[in-house]
Structure formats: structure tokens, C-alpha cells
T-cell receptor, first 113, second 115 residues
Framework: DTGVSQDPRHKITKRGQNVTFRCDPI?????LYWYRQTLGQGPEFLTY????????KSRLLSDRFSAERPKGSFSTLEIQRTEQGDSAMYLC???????????FGPGTRLLVL | AQSVTQLGSHVSVSEGALVLLRCNYS??????LFWYVQYPNQGLQLLLK??????LVKGINGFEAEFKKSETSFHLTKPSAHMSDAAEYFC?????????????FGQGTRLTINP
């Protein structure tokens, strides 16, 4: 069990560029979550996968955001045409089927200039 | 809808003193409650959780929390603070969405330990 990993850990981009983040959950965890955390706030739910199916999306996830989990293992979160307001820490978490405990990765910190 | 309020965005205690971080929740159904800790530039680590078993929950690093339904509270305590406890602490309540647990977090409490 190597824990949840995220890549990259830091990303600086210019406004209008596209960025993609990757999350590798703990192996055999079939549930995967994405959260966003802005400075001084608690994390906010973005979206959730059960295996490869995306089952819920927050209204925070605008049309510029897309998430995938094509084979039910790793997941990617893409932000198109980034805006300064997208600057935040993007956290990924995973859990086992019917478990209430989510294990978080170290996060990807995005700065949009 | 479930929500969490953490009282005090900053708490400062002396090393060796009692740590008390306050959390009140709102939930229309019996909640699952969690405390997570976040060190600078890191993800969240689970300290402890309440899942409708014992009301006094013990976690890692000497922390514990007591679920009080009558007060809708889930305060986090540690008898003696250590310098390594300095971090951001988040209380969370979970809401079930299609069988999974969506976490709703409070705004966090930054704990500072004075030598």
C-alpha cells in the first residue's frame, strides 16, 4: 500500500492554458474523489467515481473542467482555458467499497498567472 | 443538508497544555464525523472518525473526540500539546451520494504551539 499519489505536485500556468492533473489511488480502491481547496478554506467536493463511472459532479465543476477514470484505476482532471480563480490545491482521495474512510493524496497546487 | 462549523480559525496553546478544537455539525440524519490534519503543503491525514459506535473516539497521535448529539458537537482534544501538533485541522461530516461518502468540511482551525 503506497498511498494515493498525485502528479504534478505543483503547476504554474498562464491564464488561458489547459492543464491536466493525474491521481493514482490506493490499489483496489474502487472509489475516487476530487476536491478543491482554496487558501484558508476547507476542501470542497468536485466529483466522484465508482470504478470508471462518474456518478456525481458538483456545480463547482464548470464546463471547463473534465474528469476521467478510463480503466477504473488512475484518474485525470483537466481544466481548459484556465482562469486566475482556478488557483487552488486540487486533492484526490480514494476509498474501498462501502467504506466511510477516504485516504487523501498530497495534492496538486495550481497557480494561474 | 449537512454542514460543519469550526469555532476559531486560529488556536494557540503552550507546549504541554490542553488542546481543544471545536466543531459543531448540522445533519438531518445520524452523521459520520471526521477530523483530518493537514501539514503545510501536504494532503489530509485522518486523525479519527465517528461512525455511530462509541461516542468517545480515540485517534492517532494522542487525539480523541467526543460525539455529543444533544449539543451537535464533535470537539477534538489532546491532553498535552506537542510542537509537532502544529498544523491545520479540519472537521468533516459525510453525506451519502449514491452509496459513497461525500465529505463536507469546515473551514479549518490552525493550531499553533508555543514553546
Amino acid at each position: 500500500d503506497t498511498g494515493v499519489s498525485q502528479d504534478p505536485r505543483h503547476k504554474i500556468t498562464k491564464r488561458g492554458q489547459n492543464v491536466t492533473f493525474r491521481c493514482d489511488p490506493i490499489s483496489e480502491h474502487n472509489r475516487l474523489y476530487w476536491y478543491r481547496q482554496t487558501l484558508g478554506q476547507g476542501p470542497e467536493f468536485l466529483t466522484y467515481f465508482q470504478n470508471e463511472a462518474q456518478l456525481e459532479k458538483s456545480r463547482l465543476l464548470s464546463d471547463r473542467f473534465s474528469a476521467e477514470r478510463p480503466k477504473g484505476s488512475f484518474s485525470t482532471l483537466e481544466i481548459q482555458r484556465t482562469e486566475q480563480g482556478d488557483s487552488a490545491m486540487y486533492l484526490c482521495a480514494s476509498s474501498l467499497w462501502e467504506s466511510e474512510t477516504q485516504y487523501f493524496g498530497p495534492g496538486t497546487r495550481l497557480l494561474v498567472l | 443538508a449537512q454542514s460543519v462549523t469550526q469555532l476559531g480559525s486560529h488556536v494557540s496553546v503552550s507546549e504541554g497544555a490542553l488542546v481543544l478544537l471545536r466543531c459543531n455539525y448540522s445533519s438531518s440524519v445520524p452523521p459520520y464525523l471526521f477530523w483530518y490534519v493537514q501539514y503545510p503543503n501536504q494532503g489530509l491525514q485522518l486523525l479519527l472518525k465517528y461512525t455511530s459506535a462509541a461516542t468517545l473516539v480515540k485517534g492517532i497521535n494522542g487525539f480523541e473526540a467526543e460525539f455529543k448529539k444533544s449539543e451537535t458537537s464533535f470537539h477534538l482534544t489532546k491532553p498535552s500539546a506537542h510542537m509537532s501538533d502544529a498544523a491545520e485541522y479540519f472537521c468533516a461530516v459525510s453525506r451519502i451520494i449514491q452509496g459513497a461518502q461525500k465529505l463536507v468540511f469546515g473551514q479549518g482551525t490552525r493550531l499553533t504551539i508555543n514553546p
